[in-house]
């Protein structure tokens, strides 16, 4: 059977053709009109469907950038003989992070002294340049010793406006904020990671001394 199929050139598979979408966008974007088709060199489509995460769109549909986090799309197209094809295409919604603010030192020179607070900050926004002021963001620190990243902890604040390892909003000056007591830290090298709920995690190095 494949044989005939092939003979009479009705074996290739569906080509789609789709919009472009970037890797990432951050979050409250414009929205993009996405438009896909499909052709079929043999018996020409029998059918072809796409969804955005798990919901049935029509090509021309408006893909908004609204929900952090990551995305999917997926697009099937058959021909009447059965030649399926499926693209899929995967994109993230993201806060515009701001980097670490002073005091943290974004190129990992920082040096900070033993058993003090070491203030980590960060600005998140969206793509109006609006802060973003309730995301759910964490801290975790892990030692690094001969070029090996240990094993994330759970670091200790000495505010008691902080919970656990959850970094707090300060409205007055726009920004996340976790009192980092380094009185838990030993002297060396640490990594801090900062885990954002778009899914997103950013690092800086500091040394202990």
Do not use: M
Request: hydrophobic share 35%.
């Amino acid at each position: 059977t494949g044989d005939f199929w092939t003979k009479f050139g009705l074996a290739e598979a569906p080509v789609i053709s789709h919009t472009q979408l970037n890797a990432s966008y951050v979050l409250n974007s414009l929205p993009i009109t996405f438009d896909f088709s499909a052709i079929d060199s043999g018996t020409g489509i029998f059918s072809l469907n796409a969804k955005l995460d798990g919901q049935d769109i029509l090509s021309g549909a408006q893909i908004d950038f609204s929900q952090k986090g990551n995305h999917i799309i997926e697009i099937i197209a058959k021909d009447f003989v059965g030649n399926t094809v499926t693209t899929t295409i995967n994109f993230s919604v993201d806060y515009d992070f701001s980097g670490f603010l002073s005091p943290i030192k974004s190129d990992g020179s920082g040096i900070y002294k033993l058993n003090r607070t070491l203030p980590v900050k960060f600005q998140l926004k969206d793509a109006n340049n609006q802060y973003i002021s309730n995301s759910i963001a964490q801290i975790f620190v892990a030692k690094i010793q001969d070029g090996v990243i240990g094993t994330d902890e759970i670091p200790l604040s000495t505010s008691q406006a902080d919970t656990g390892n959850y970094f707090r909003y300060d409205t007055e000056n726009n920004q996340y904020i976790y009192n980092l007591s380094t009185n838990t830290l030993s002297i060396g090298t640490w990594q801090i990671k900062t885990v954002l709920d778009d899914g997103k995690y950013y690092v800086v190095l500091i040394s202990i001394k």
